[in-house]
């Protein structure tokens, strides 16, 4: 957490500390990563209802749906999500998702 008087900047104490949550843990994850497997996981098969669900795990909402659309894709370039149907929009968790997810350290918020 940063040192210092942060009266004036009421939230940036905040910010910065959420903003260092994204720094990849042993298992090579950021807070935002693990929070999508973890939808995946329990039942958030589209972007959309991703997208929704990242929700319940912000007090400020920060992230846009293209944001969001990209960390899916990106998460799907690592193996840990598969993109599928005839619309290429249904999500399922892989594998190699479960194990990395599994292996992560899930911080308290």
């Known amino acids: 957490m940063p040192e210092g008087d942060f009266t004036r900047l009421s939230f940036l104490r905040e910010a910065l500390d959420r903003y260092a949550e994204e720094t990849p843990d042993a298992a090579g994850l950021g807070r935002t990563q693990r929070e999508l497997l973890l939808l995946v996981r329990t039942g958030a098969n589209t972007p959309f209802q ?29 193996g840990l999500i598969s993109i599928t149907g005839s619309d290429g ?21």
């Not at 929700?55 to 920060?62: D, G, I, Q, R, V």
């Not at 992230?63 to 960390?71: E, K």
């Not at 999500?91 to 308290?108: K, M």
């Open 50 to 78: 991703v997208f929704k669900g990242m929700n319940a795990y912000e007090k400020y909402l920060f992230m846009g749906d293209s944001q969001c659309w990209n960390m899916l894709d990106e998460l799907a370039e690592r």
């Open 89 to 109: 929009k249904t999500l399922c968790l892989t594998r190699a998702g479960a194990v990395e997810l599994n292996s992560a350290v899930i911080l308290p918020k």
